[in-house]
Nanobody
Framework: QVQLVESGGRLVQAGGPLRLSCAAS????????MGWFRQSPGKEREFVAA????????FHADSVKGRFTISRDNAKNTVYLQMNSLKPEDTAVYYC??????????????????WGQGTQVTVSS
């Protein structure tokens, strides 16, 4: 019954901002670390960002560091990905995921316990 539902993905122009949301249900959200991953056609899913259950620890992929920021609101059972200075290379389906552990290895490489269905982000040049 665990559900992770991403939203906010759309077509945007390069350089623009966009905020993705992931609403969680069916789990004790505040006890899970959350991550954002993305997958482009022909590529494997790659790590984007992750945040510990308390929000005190975050990780961001080098490719998005300084442009994307992960955050969470445990009162709303929601994790966010604020994306700024978007590039065409950011075009992908973005997925959120939940995991109990919060080691760097697990948060950046997995495994994660639950995954959402993804939301499409398309950045036009």
């Amino acid at each position: 019954q665990v559900q992770l539902v991403e939203s906010g993905g759309r077509l945007v122009q390069a350089g623009g901002p966009l905020r993705l949301s992931c609403a969680a249900s069916g789990l004790t959200f505040s006890t899970y670390s959350m991550g954002w991953f993305r997958q482009s056609p022909g590529k494997e899913r790659e790590f984007v960002a992750a945040i510990s259950w308390s929000g005190s620890i975050t990780f961001h992929a080098d490719s998005v560091k300084g442009r994307f920021t992960i955050s969470r609101d445990n009162a709303k059972n929601t994790v966010y990905l604020q994306m700024n200075s978007l590039k065409p290379e950011d075009t992908a389906v973005y997925y959120c995921a939940a995991t109990k552990p919060f080691t760097r290895t697990i948060l950046t490489k997995g495994p994660y316990d639950y995954w959402g269905q993804g939301t499409q982000v398309t950045v036009s040049s």
